[in-house]
C-alpha cells in the first residue's frame, strides 16, 4: 500500500536538514523545539526509516534522509513558487544571509526596508559569521564574502570593489611620533582582528602594509570594534572607507600609500538559483549596490 507523505513534516524536515538544528528549525517555522521533533519522529514512523543522526552538535542526515531530502527540498521550492507567482501575496518565508560586519551592518542593515515593505509576509535575517560554510551547511541563503567561491554548487558574482585605508584621530598623530612613510607603523598602535580569527588571506590587511602582528594589541573580531578604539585616540585601525566615512573624527594616514583594494562576492548554492525569495533578494542586494557604488569607492 502506498503510503502519503504528510506535508507539513516534510516542511518540518528540510528546515531541520538546512539548519542542522531543532531549535534552528523551529526558530525559521515560529515554534518551539519540542514541536519540531515530533513532526520529526512522526515523519521517521511514516517513512519507517531513521532520517537523522544525532550529534551533540546537531543533526545530520543519514543516506535515506539525504534522498528524501533532495525530493522534499524540491516540493518546497516548487511551493514557494506557487505562492510567489501572486503579485498581491508577495514573497514569504526567511532568507538569511551571511555576510561579513562591514557590508552587513554598515551598508545592508540600513536599506532592507524597502523589500520588507513590499513583501509583508518575507523575514530577512542578516548574520555577521561566516560564509562558505554556511552555505554549504545550508546555514544560509545568500553569502557576501571577500573570496570568490570555487566549488560548483556555488554561484558567484563579483557584487563590487571597496577599499581600505589606515585611520586614526587627529589628536593620535598629533600626540603620537610622526608618519611620514609606511615604516613608521613599527612603533604605532594597532586595533585588529584576533590572529587565530583571520580565517581568510583577504582580511589579514595589516601583513599587506608591512604592520607587525606585536603591534596589534587591542585585538577583536568586529570591525565596529576595532573603528571605536581608533576613534577614541589609543591607536590606529585598517578599516573599509565605507565604514570610516560614518564618523568624521577618523582621518585617512598616508591614504595613496596604505589604500587596499578588496572585493564582496555574491555568493548562493546553484540548486536554489530560482527560488522566487533568494532570487528577489539577491537582486534587490545587487539594485542597492548599484545606487551606492560611489560610496564603495571613496
Known amino acids: ?90 514573497l514569504t518565508g526567511t532568507v538569511r544571509i551571511s555576510a ?32 562558505i560554510i554556511a552555505l ?29 585605508c589606515v585611520y586614526a584621530t587627529h589628536e593620535y598623530l598629533a600626540r603620537e611620533p610622526a608618519i611620514k612613510k609606511r615604516e613608521d607603523f613599527s612603533s604605532h598602535l594597532f586595533s585588529g582582528y584576533v590572529d587565530e580569527m583571520i580565517f581568510m588571506r583577504e582580511l589579514d590587511y595589516l601583513e599587506d602594509l608591512g604592520v607587525s602582528r606585536k603591534m596589534v594589541r587591542i585585538q577583536n573580531s568586529s570591525v565596529q570594534a576595532q573603528m571605536e578604539a581608533a576613534c577614541s585616540g589609543l591607536c590606529m585601525a585598517v578599516l573599509p572607507t565605507f565604514v570610516a566615512a560614518t564618523r568624521p573624527e577618523l582621518v585617512p594616514v598616508l591614504p595613496e600609500e596604505t589604500r587596499l583594494e578588496r572585493h564582496y562576492w555574491l555568493i548562493t548554492r546553484a540548486e536554489e538559483q530560482k527560488t522566487p525569495r533568494i532570487d528577489r533578494v539577491c537582486d534587490f542586494i545587487r539594485e542597492e549596490v548599484l545606487k551606492n557604488v560611489q560610496l564603495f569607492n571613496l
Not at 531549535?23 to 523545539?33: F, K, T
Not at 535515506?64 to 498581491?88: H, I, K, N, W
Request: charged share 25%; glycine share 6%; proline share 3%.
Open 136 to 164: 554549504s551547511r545550508r546555514q544560509a541563503d545568500i553569502a557576501i564574502t571577500v573570496t570568490p567561491a570555487v566549488d560548483d554548487r556555488f554561484l558567484c558574482e563579483k557584487l563590487t570593489s571597496y577599499y581600505l
Open 100 to 131: 561579513l560586519e562591514g557590508v552587513a551592518n554598515f551598508f545592508l542593515a540600513s536599506r532592507i526596508g524597502p523589500l520588507l515593505a513590499d513583501n509583508p509576509a518575507l523575514t530577512v535575517e542578516i548574520l555577521t559569521i561566516q560564509q
Open 1 to 90: 500500500m502506498k503510503r502519503t507523505l504528510d506535508w507539513r513534516n516534510l516542511q518540518f524536515f528540510v528546515a531541520v536538514a538546512r539548519s542542522g538544528s531543532l531549535s534552528e528549525a523551529g526558530r525559521l517555522l515560529g515554534v518551539d523545539h519540542a514541536t519540531v521533533g515530533r513532526h520529526i519522529v512522526a515523519l521517521e514512523r511514516s517513512v519507517g526509516k531513521t532520517l537523522f543522526e544525532r550529534h551533540p552538535r546537531g543533526y545530520a542526515l543519514t543516506r535515506y534522509g539525504e534522498d528524501l531530502f533532495v525530493t522534499a527540498e524540491a516540493m518546497d521550492r516548487e511551493a514557494t513558487q506557487v505562492e510567489a507567482s501572486s503579485p498581491a501575496h508577495g
